[in-house]
């Protein structure tokens, strides 16, 4: 069983991978089974682990659009995952994002609600305006719990630091970033799946993804 402290800096790599690492290693587009023919390079089977944990999260909704691209994969021990936006676009820049994190043992460890709170916590930790966070209840798909919630921040920075990956600091002008969330409770594995846009930032009482629209943004690809 993992400790308190191993599942809380687990909550840290959700936020802070997609922010820094995830946009100095992009995935060639290549790879990808996505894109229309006269859009994409070229269409290739993704690799065997990032089909499984796109088959999965599509069962709760979570499918890229077509014209999305893989824009990388990795494991990094227990935790695997998966990020697709558009094609013409990139993880240092990007106004859509599906993304998809399981991580292996931790359903015994951490009720997926608990899981959904401590990103919310965490998220908040990198957002210079308002978090906002809104627990939409609970659901059941082939025998596995899941919660769901709508999370974002008013104003999020975009700022890269210089590393072997990264040749120079830069900073954009920061957007604001919401998204709809799924925490699923596997047999053993956790995951964690949301699609996300990024766009001007925006007020507190007006985001752009609420209680009442979210199914509609969902169901638009």
Same mark, same amino acid.
């Given at each position: 069983m993992k400790s308190f402290a191993a599942i809380k800096l687990m909550l840290g790599l959700v936020c802070l991978v997609p922010c820094a690492l995830l946009s100095a290693k992009p995935y060639f587009p290549i790879n990808t089974i996505f894109g229309e023919d006269d859009q994409s390079i070229g269409k290739v089977?993704?690799?065997?682990?990032?089909q499984q944990l796109t088959d999965f999260a599509s069962k709760f909704g979570f499918l890229p659009p077509l014209n999305w691209k893989l824009a990388f994969h990795e494991m990094q021990g227990d935790m695997f995952m998966a990020e697709f936006i558009p094609a013409n676009e990139t993880l240092n820049d990007w106004s859509g994002l599906v993304c998809m994190q399981g991580f292996k043992g931790l359903a015994n460890d951490i009720e997926p609600q608990k899981f959904l709170d401590g990103m919310a916590d965490t998220y908040a930790e990198n957002c210079d305006g308002k978090v906002?966070?809104?627990?939409?209840g609970t659901?059941?798909?082939?025998?596995?719990?899941?919660?769901?919630? =709508?999370?974002g921040c008013?104003?999020?920075?975009n700022i890269h630091h210089a590393?072997?990956?990264?040749?120079?600091d830069f900073a954009s002008i920061p957007k604001g970033e919401i998204g709809f969330f799924?925490?699923?409770?596997?047999?053993?594995?956790?995951?964690?799946?949301?699609?996300? =846009?990024?766009?001007?930032?925006?007020?507190?009482?007006e985001p752009p993804i609420n209680a009442n629209n979210y199914r509609e943004f969902m169901a638009n690809n």
């Open positions: 089977e993704m690799p065997k682990d990032v906002i966070y809104t627990v939409l659901s059941k798909v082939e025998g596995l719990n899941a919660v769901h919630g =709508i999370l008013t104003v999020m920075p590393s072997i990956f990264v040749e120079k799924t925490v699923v409770s596997g047999s053993q594995d956790l995951y964690l799946l949301h699609k996300s =846009i990024r766009q001007a930032v925006f007020r507190e009482n």
